[in-house]
């Protein structure tokens, strides 16, 4: 963030981040089939930086596990994200990362839906309509500058 | 279910990327098909097979449509880089003949009338653009029309009028004139509860069926408007709700057959068929025929051989296309 | 001479008019063997130098500039004097003659004989005549290079110059664009500041002209030649800014403008510029931008999103408080610490009232980082600080709240701790003593883990402050940690307090000997549970969990001989109830409390205190218990002791290894005599409880299942083969035959690998010279033979032997250590011992824990591996290629083997030598060797050769390749790499962009959490190679 610009919420509550995914036994057999759960899609998008402060979505509680739900037998993944305050202008942007990170990292025969955590936003439909319109996802991540921003919320944090 | 579809041929066509349409020439020989690649391919039938005869670059970004003029000579493709392109065909090849800017942003379909002289194109910046087209393949823009709240994603003529439908993310259809020179919107078709995405007319242009994020499929037809003022009056005479599972994509309704084939999100490519004996203005359809993992992920599109009756053509996001016949089921 | 004057005429005219350059260089020739002088070329050169056409006269001045570059130190002061005169005359000619004067006059500043007052004569000219900005970039650098070289040389004179000379060269670099120029203006600048030129009226002059540069934005070049990078311009200009508190009003206001920026390397550079200036200023010169700069600082901590961004920061808070801390102490009127730490503590404290809050954190960094800049400043802030944070978590039941809260509290006792001058000064805590401790003991007394944990740290750290805690607070503190040593749950808390109780047994052992020890014994001792049957599984394990923190907190707390007395009598109470029965404990625990005694030798001090307990007592002690027990054998009974088990041999082998290697030489001698002649005699006088029998004879082949005596030598290992060099080992001769033989003709594994063990780390320290070679050439026969023969019985036997003797001798670069290698290398091809010569080699390559390794004093050349690497590795490969299609595998195992545990800079160089036949490796379909050739590729990749990068395609196509293999720690290894391949150089990966993220999509689907795991991560960086914003 530039320091001209004010952050629309310069000081969030802060959640602490769940531990490492303890291993188990028969993660560690070859022959046991690990399904993909719900703890699994969570640990995918906690770390996703968020776009304003050097936190993450999970010391946010932008995305909690509770509202991580996987089948994967039927292969459809749903998250509800919350955003800090309900007008917060970056909603989209957290959205289409939730997303593009799901869609980098799950199998594609993955339908994924990401929307907003009911009553927590203003703008909770059009974002939500937004996020499920998967040709303004495509064209969204042509475009090089929100590309870039997306990515930057994917990387390990460096700088 | 009375008929079944049968896989024809599975063409891995636009590899690592979405395959987003596929488009028949008018002689049902050729097909086109576009994606994600910013590529546009032309694929023709060798022997018992379709192979792809050609590929097209121009684009910067995705090409999202493509069409062919009825006379088969010319193809125009949209594209997110905000620009159409018009291609004619030379031999077996095409070459690029003029590129129609204009729009702000995203092209997200282009259809050519029937008449041939006149192209629609819609975007991402709401409006519906016409171009006029002249001896010496000069394009002009005769209008632009705002009628839509948000962006518009299909446009598509009257097989046999200068009658243009469009269908847009504010959920809604509208259908235009001419009126001296000038486009404008005669009809709003209200009635899905989320984004249109595609329209299709029946052979005669009677009737027209429209697709949407809402999961349905909704058949509107054209009444005679008895308060005059020159406005046309469209009513929802059908809906198609409970057999798709995720969003409808596409819509396309076979003017030799009458079957009415669908594409959806939820992998599979429906055929309905229309039961000829309900009341005209209740329209009954049937699911005729599905394949319910057709691609092995979102269909994007469904297009009929306009020669050749029951030929299906499907595209995918995993980049594929799947042609598909129709026939009688034999168990 | 005359025709000597002719051929100067000719050069001259051969370089002028005939344009020929190599007559410059003939002509210097000629002046340095004396031919002709220097101003004799200046009359030569007359023609040209008065012709009409500048071009001519241009052509003439460089042939005398260039000859003057390789004459100048030839020259006298007469002649230097009259070129100067010569050179400042003509600084007024037409342009075209200007770069070559330069040249000239550059080569004269270099003259050590330059006259007095030429300096100054030259530069008044130069600066009169010539406006340097209008020259090119090679003249402009002829410029700067002149007043370098003046500045070394003839540095009293320029000062002569006074604000002159600074303002000449304001001039001349006032809007220089070219980098390697800027730096030698930097150059002329700094030394302008550091050398304490008069700066007269000129010092915002001389700020503005290399401030405009500030902050640094250049990006040099692709291929740029130069090779100046953008931090060397940062550095040179930073070292101009902040070399004068001159400088301070014009710098202070910029930095505040430059921190707006919104690019973050500019932020950067503001900051570590402020932190830089400030260590040169007094309070004075802050005065009036304190809140300007306060603003600034306050808003980067609290918004950044960046921690480069955040530290730099702090870093300079704490500079900037530090300066004024300084200031104080020569006492102006005000006290602008106080003003400026009022101004911190307005803007941060209440934001440590929020704790759940994201600006709790900043706040608190803010404040710690100013608190830990001088022990004047950390007073003022934790008075204003600590009551309040004590209050809040008493006010708070929310223990999210309370850790924030708490581990608020340990950084500042942190940041203290770095700034106390400890001596004669009042600890700062001292007022917040008992509100500490009784804050940190019902913290103690939570239920909340991670609230543990951060009290456990806060303990030690107040433990650590040097007179803070009473002996009262110590011992309740001490029952706080006896108290969740016997009842936590969780590991990662009792961990912390193992740690903590370590810490605290080191400065107040006292308490730990009357408290914690007799309470742990009594805990041990009180018996398994095997009251009620019906009692409830997860409380007998919770039970068992137990001991185990018991014995990791006796160790742990061991480190003054007074607790260790105490603490390893009560262990070896244990063993000795184990082995008795009297108190039921599994093999590992068992084990555990060997370790515990094992990590006492270690961290213990080296004292005769120490040493007497571990050789008289405890060595004894266990030799005495392991004898016992391996008597008593299977016994009468039908119990076994549990100190016949190879576990808890091997841990006994450790402690009387480490106290053998690392207490008292001499009395580890005495122990090593004793255990030899209890070995070889079967002398047990010295053993405690001495009831054996009088004729044992540990070293003989066993008699049927007699094993249990038999591997009681490695014992004997543990301890003569830790011994120093120094110590000699009683009757060696007798003890390695008794083991070759033992070795050799031994059935039961841990008793022949133990012999030989102990055989190779006596031979390993055995001085050079004929008795060793013929030991060895012996022991080499009667290997060979059983070798050799395909049906010996002890084929396995002898190639332990002799793969230990092969390690003894290359550790010490013994030459007799090839014959046995070779012989190793032999057995590749072997049916049945080949895959066992395979893995032989990681033996050969690795440190083995218990014997010949630096702890224990072995002889180890540190680059045997290299050595071992480079004789070898062609006969590998020859073999490899040689060898059959069923036998190679055993090849690439030991190629893989060797290059895992090379050190990293030679895997690099050898890296283009093996990489084909670590390609083929790869595709070997033996999963053993795939694996140890990913994880040798792995590190590698980190900073690939340029080897590797040649072969990309061949190893991006076998990675894929093997992302689909069976095995799933092959398929992890595999995808590892590939997540490394990302970091390659970005225009060589990117054309494998598409086909990698196509293939690693399918490991995204595997069944396997782990492995889809490393493939998301692998994915995730790949889909950034190229992307905006991504790499």
Not at chain 2, 57 to 83: E, I, M
Not at chain 2, 284 to 306: E, G, I, M, R, Y
Request: net charge negative; glycine share 4%; aromatic share 6%.
């Amino acid at each position: 963030m530039s320091g001209g610009t004010r952050l629309e919420n310069a000081n969030p509550v802060i959640f602490q981040r769940s531990g490492e995914r303890l291993l188990t036994a028969s993660e560690e057999d070859e022959d046991v089939h690990d399904p993909i759960d719900d703890r699994e899609i969570f640990d995918l998008i906690r770390s996703i930086n968020d776009p304003e402060h050097p936190l993450s979505l999970e010391e946010l509680n932008v995305v909690e596990q509770v509202r991580v739900k996987v089948n994967d037998a039927e292969s459809t993944v749903s998250v509800e994200f919350t955003p800090t305050i309900p007008h917060c202008s970056m909603a989209t942007l957290i959205g289409l990362s939730i997303k593009v990170k799901l869609l980098r990292s799950l199998p594609d025969r993955f339908k994924i839906d990401v929307c907003i955590t009911p009553g927590t936003h203003t703008s909770e439909v059009a974002v939500n309509k937004q996020l499920a319109d998967k040709e303004r996802v495509a064209a969204a991540l042509e475009n090089s500058s929100l590309l870039e921003v997306v990515n930057q919320c994917l990387s390990t944090r460096s700088i | 279910m009375k008929e079944a579809l049968s896989l024809v041929q599975r063409l891995s066509a636009h590899p690592d990327s979405r395959c987003w349409f596929v488009s028949w020439n008018p002689t049902g020989t050729l097909f086109a098909s576009c994606g994600g690649d910013k590529a546009i391919r032309i694929w023709g039938r060798e022997g018992d097979s379709w192979i792809c005869k050609s590929v097209l670059h121009q684009h910067q970004r995705t090409v999202r449509k493509v069409a062919w003029s009825p006379c088969g000579n010319y193809l125009a493709s949209a594209s997110f880089d905000a620009t159409t392109c018009i291609w004619k065909k030379k031999n077996d090849d095409f070459e690029s003949l003029t590129v129609l800017e204009g729009h702000e942003n995203e092209v997200k379909c282009v259809a050519w009338a029937p008449s041939g002289n006149l192209l629609a194109t819609c975007s991402r910046d709401k409006s519906v653009w016409v171009w006029e087209v002249d001896e010496e393949d000069e394009y002009e823009c005769v209008t632009v029309v705002n009628s839509h709240t948000q962006d518009v994603k299909h446009v598509v003529w009257h097989p046999t009028q200068e009658l243009l439908a469009s269908a847009s993310y504010d959920n809604n259809i509208c259908i235009y004139k001419d009126e001296d020179d000038d486009w404008e919107c005669r009809a709003t078709l209200q009635g899905h509860t989320s984004t249109v995405w595609s329209l299709s007319f029946d052979g005669t242009g009677q009737r027209l069926a429209s697709c949407s994020d809402d999961r349905t499929v909704k058949i509107w037809k054209e009444y005679p408007n008895e308060s005059g003022e020159g406005d046309l009056l469209w009513k929802c005479v059908c809906t198609l709700s409970g057999y798709h599972g995720r969003t409808v994509y596409d819509v396309a309704w076979c003017p030799l057959t009458g079957a009415l084939a669908t594409a959806c999100g939820d992998d599979a490519v429906r055929v309905f068929k229309e039961d000829e004996s309900a009341n005209p203005d209740q329209l009954v359809f049937s699911l005729a025929a599905q394949v319910t993992k057709a691609h092995s992920q979102d269909v994007n599109c469904v297009a009929w051989n306009p020669q050749e009756p029951g030929l299906l053509a499907s595209c995918s996001d995993n980049g594929e296309i799947a042609l598909w016949r129709i026939q009688e089921d034999s168990t | 001479m005359a025709a000597d004057s002719v051929v100067l005429l000719s050069l001259v005219e051969e370089f002028v008019s005939g344009l020929q350059d190599s007559k410059a260089k003939d002509t210097a020739t000629g002046i340095k063997d004396g031919q002709f002088t220097i101003l004799q070329l200046v009359e030569a050169l007359g023609l040209s130098l008065t012709s009409s056409q500048p071009q001519t006269r241009a052509r003439g001045v460089q042939l005398l500039s260039e000859v003057l570059q390789y004459c100048y130190e030839d020259l006298t002061e007469r002649e230097v004097e009259v070129l100067i005169c010569f050179y400042e005359n003509r600084l007024k000619d037409h342009y075209v003659v200007i770069p070559p004067l330069l040249q000239g006059l550059r080569a004269l500043t270099k003259c050590t004989v330059l006259p007095p007052g030429s300096a100054v004569s030259m530069l008044r000219s130069l600066f009169q005549d010539i406006h340097v900005q209008s020259l090119m970039l090679a003249e402009r650098s002829c410029v700067y290079n002149m007043l370098i070289n003046l500045m070394e040389t003839r540095e009293a004179e320029l000062k002569g110059l006074g604000a002159d000379f600074v303002f000449g060269f304001i001039q001349s670099m006032d809007g220089e664009r070219d980098p390697r120029n800027l730096l030698l203006a930097f150059q002329i600048a700094n030394n302008i500041i550091r050398r304490g030129y008069n700066l007269g009226t000129f010092t915002e002059e001389l700020f503005e002209v290399t401030s405009c540069y500030f902050p640094i934005d250049f990006t040099p070049p692709p291929n740029d030649p130069h090779g100046i990078t953008k931090e060397e311009l940062i550095e040179a200009l930073r070292a101009i800014l902040t070399g004068t508190p001159k400088f301070a009003e014009f710098l202070l206001p910029l930095i505040i403008e430059k921190l707006d920026s919104d690019i973050q390397s500019s932020k950067l550079d503001s900051l570590q510029t402020l932190t830089a200036c400030v260590s040169q200023y007094e309070h004075k010169d802050l005065a009036e931008f304190l809140e300007g700069l306060w603003a600034s600082l306050r808003r980067e901590v609290f918004q950044t999103s960046s921690e480069r961004i955040e530290s730099a920061g702090l870093a300079a808070l704490t500079a900037l408080t530090s300066c004024l801390s300084r200031s104080v102490l020569n006492s102006d009127s005000e006290d602008s610490l106080g003003i400026f730490l009022d101004l911190v503590l307005k803007d941060c404290k209440h934001h440590l009232c929020e704790p759940d809050l994201k600006l709790v954190w900043p706040s608190a960094k803010l404040l710690q980082a100013a608190c830990s800049a001088s022990s004047r400043a950390s007073p003022i802030l934790t008075a204003a600080v600590m009551p309040l944070l004590t209050e809040q978590y008493n006010n708070t039941t929310q223990c999210s709240h309370r850790r924030t809260l708490l581990e608020v509290i340990q950084r500042f006792i942190q940041s203290v701790k770095t700034s106390q001058s400890a001596e004669n000064e009042e600890n700062v805590f001292l007022p917040f003593r008992q509100s500490l401790c009784s804050l940190v003991f019902s913290a103690l007394s939570e239920t909340n883990s991670s609230l543990q944990i951060t009290a456990t740290s806060v303990l030690t750290l107040l433990a650590q402050q040097t007179g803070l805690l009473l002996d009262s607070d110590v011992e309740l503190a001490v029952d706080h940690l006896i108290r969740l040593l016997l009842t936590e749950e969780d590991e990662k808390v009792s961990l912390a307090v193992v740690e903590c109780a370590g810490t605290l047994a080191e400065l107040h052992p006292a308490a730990f000997i009357t408290k914690l020890i007799p309470r742990l014994k009594k805990e041990m001792f009180s018996g398994p549970i095997e009251q009620d049957s019906n009692r409830e599984a997860p409380e007998l394990q919770s039970r068992h969990a137990v001991p185990q923190w018991c014995l990791s907190a006796l160790a742990a707390v061991s480190t003054q001989p007074s607790v260790v007395q105490e603490s390893t009598s009560v262990l070896l109470e244990l063993l000795s109830a184990a082995h008795t029965g009297a108190v039921s404990l599994s093999v590992e625990e068992v084990v555990m409390a060997c370790r515990s005694l094992q990590r006492i030798a270690e961290q213990i001090q080296d004292t005769e205190e120490t040493g007497r307990c571990f050789h008289d007592i405890i060595i004894p002690r266990l030799l005495s218990l392991a004898l016992q027990a391996a008597l008593q054998g299977e016994g009468s009974s039908g119990r076994r002791s549990p100190l016949v088990e190879e576990a808890v041999l091997s841990a006994m082998v450790s402690v009387i290894s480490t106290s053998c290697s690392r207490l008292q030489p001499i009395l580890a001698a005495q122990t090593a005599s004793r255990t030899v002649s209890l070995f070889l005699d079967g002398d047990v006088s010295f053993l405690p409880d001495n009831s054996f029998p009088s004729h044992i004879q540990l070293l003989k082949k066993p008699q049927g299942d007699s094993w249990s005596q038999s591997q009681m030598v490695c014992l004997l290992m543990g301890c003569v083969c830790s011994l120093p060099r120094s110590v000699a080992v009683p009757h060696v001769d007798q003890l390695l035959s008794q083991l070759e033989d033992m070795s050799c003709t031994c059935s039961h594994p841990l008793s022949y690998t133990s012999a030989a063990k102990c055989f190779a780390g006596l031979v390993n320290k055995r001085p050079q010279g004929d008795s060793l070679d013929s030991l060895i050439q012996r022991m080499m026969k009667r290997v060979c033979s059983e070798l050799d023969s395909a049906s010996s019985p002890v084929r396995t036997q002898a190639f332990t032997l002799m793969i230990w003797v092969a390690k003894a001798l290359l550790l010490r670069y013994h030459p007799l250590s090839t014959e046995l290698t070779d012989k190793l290398f032999s057995l590749l091809d072997d049916t049945n011992l080949g895959p066992m010569a395979a893995e032989g080699i990681s033996l050969l390559m690795s440190d083995s824990v218990d014997v010949l390794n630096r702890g224990c004093h072995a002889d180890v050349r540190i680059l045997y591996r290299q050595r071992f690497f480079s004789e070898n590795s062609a006969k590998l490969v020859q073999g490899f290629s040689a060898a059959s299609q069923e036998k190679k595998p055993n090849y690439l195992k030991a190629l893989s083997n060797i290059v895992n545990k090379l050190p990293k800079q030679v895997q690099v160089t050898e890296l283009p030598a093996l990489l084909m036949l670590l390609l083929e490796a790869l595709s070997c379909p033996d999963q053993g060797v795939q694996l140890s050739t990913l994880s040798c590729l792995e590190p590698v990749l980190m900073d690939p050769p340029p080897a590797l990068i040649q072969q990309l395609e061949a190893l991006v196509s076998r990675l894929l390749a093997l992302i689909c293999s069976p095995a799933m720690n092959v398929r992890t290894a595999s995808l590892r790499c590939i997540h490394a391949l990302s970091r390659f150089p970005i225009h060589e990966i990117l054309p494998f962009r598409a086909r990698v993220l196509q293939a690693v999509a399918c490991a995204l689907d595997d069944k396997k959490r782990l492995v889809r795991r490393e493939a998301v991560q692998a994915r995730g960086e790949w889909f950034l190679v190229g992307s905006p914003g991504g790499r």
